[in-house]
Nanobody, 115 residues
Framework: QVQLVESGGGLVQPGGSLRLSCAASGSIFGIRSMGWYQQVPGKQRELVAVVANGGITNYADAVKGRFTISRDNAKNTVYLQMNSLKPEDTAVYYC?????????WGQGTQVTVSS
């Protein structure tokens, strides 16, 4: 079993910053990637950013230049630094860990960007 514990969400004003963290624990073998997805009511969960083995990253076009994903392999933790936040970034953010065996999801953390 893999557990993913997210933290760092909250309410922030437009133009502000937040840093999300996701720590993985349990039986973790064969990690392929760790990443973040967002979901708003009535829509499908969408990729925000992912970091694969070797440090290869991929970002949604909407967040390029504003968000930065990083990973601490020793701690099995992935971070998402979110700068210049916009109201349209408001969503529940889910941590994702993909191994050679299965895909794992965190419980989600709410990010609200509003004045």
């Amino acid at each position: 079993q893999v557990q993913l514990v997210e933290s760092g969400g909250g309410l922030v004003q437009p133009g502000g910053s937040l840093r999300l963290s996701c720590a993985a624990s349990g039986s973790i073998f064969g990690i392929r990637s760790m990443g973040w997805y967002q979901q708003v009511p009535g829509k499908q969960r969408e990729l925000v950013a992912v970091v694969a083995n070797g440090g290869i990253t991929n970002y949604a076009d909407a967040v390029k230049g504003r968000f930065t994903i990083s990973r601490d392999n020793a701690k099995n933790t992935v971070y998402l630094q979110m700068n210049s936040l916009k109201p349209e970034d408001t969503a529940v953010y889910y941590c994702n860990l993909r191994t050679i065996f299965k895909e794992n999801w965190g419980q989600g953390t709410q990010v609200t960007v509003s004045s």
